[in-house]
């Protein structure tokens, strides 16, 4: 995992392959925001948007239903909650 030169944090592939830093981004973002500009539409997709692929995966019926069931509880889809499970066991190894 690639990490940003000003702020440590992990990098994402953008739609043209390339590494940026989307805190670094939405902070250079707040910082020149000007409502009357819609030129900032460009650059909040790619924030909010990193590249991502479907998969298919089995996975235990038990843990299936955990998931679920702790999902529910924070309010969020259960492949969300998924999903950020590997994200944060990946990127801390």
């Given at each position: 995992m690639k990490k940003c030169d000003i702020c440590g944090n992990e990098l994402?592939?953008?739609?043209?392959?390339?590494l940026f830093c989307p805190d670094c981004e939405?902070?250079?973002?707040?910082?020149?925001?000007?409502?009357?500009d819609d030129r900032w539409l460009?650059?909040?997709?790619?924030?909010?948007m990193p590249k991502t692929k479907p998969i298919t995966i089995r996975l235990n019926v038990y843990d299936i239903e955990k998931a679920k069931a702790q999902a529910l509880a924070l309010s969020i889809p259960y492949?969300?909650?998924l999903k950020d499970i590997?994200?944060?066991?990946?990127?801390?190894?």
């Open positions: 994402f592939y953008d739609e043209n392959d390339k939405a902070n250079e973002f707040l910082e020149t925001f000007d409502e009357a460009e650059k909040a997709h790619k924030v909010v492949q969300t909650f590997i994200h944060k066991k990946l990127a801390n190894g």
